[in-house]
């Protein structure tokens, strides 16, 4: 498909399309890059804060509280930070022509995010974990996101 507009007797109109079709025509794989590394920050400073998406987590369940008491993580430490090994495994998972994924790979994140059953592998007994969404965008940082594609394909803007 193609779509050809001919402009005449305007040259501002004719100079601001023109470079707007230039801009649009640029490959999109580096302002794909540079989303990931802002959703991959938006992401780790989610667990940071501990804060979800309709606001801050609820406090650990008491038996999450007494198994980080019984293997000496400190009472005050963020909910889903021991290790760092969820914190660390955000990344960009795919980065494509068009397209990006931003996420983690780990085995737990899942019921982290969404919450869920697991089995203790010692005991065997099930055992509920509450959800702790990170892997969300508030409506602020969407408009952060929008204002790098705007910068991205027309440049600075005074707003």
């Known amino acids: 498909m193609r ?3 001919t402009i005449s007797g305007a040259p501002e ?3 601001f399309l023109s470079t707007a079709a230039a801009r649009l025509a640029q490959p999109p794989r580096p302002l794909l890059a540079a989303l990931a590394a802002t959703l991959q920050s ?3 400073t989610h667990i940071q804060t501990q804060t979800g998406p309709t606001g801050p987590w ?3 369940s008491p038996i999450t509280q007494k198994i980080r008491a019984y ?3 400190p009472p005050a430490a963020p909910a889903l930070i021991r290790a760092g090994d969820l914190l660390q495994s955000l990344t960009t ?3 494509e022509d068009t397209a990006v994924e931003v996420g ?3 085995s737990f994140a899942r019921t982290l995010q969404d919450g869920g059953t697991v089995t203790d592998v010692r005991t065997g007994r099930p055992r509920t ?3 702790f969404p990170f892997l969300f965008v508030t409506e602020t940082e969407l408009s952060d996101l929008l204002a790098l594609i705007t910068a991205y394909y027309f440049g600075a803007t005074d707003a």
């Open 3 to 5: 779509l050809t507009l």
């Open 13 to 15: 109109a004719h100079l």
């Open 42 to 44: 938006f992401f780790i």
């Open 58 to 60: 609820p406090p650990l």
């Open 71 to 73: 293997y000496g993580y």
């Open 93 to 95: 998972l795919t980065l």
């Open 104 to 106: 983690t790979r780990t």
């Open 129 to 131: 974990v509450q959800s």
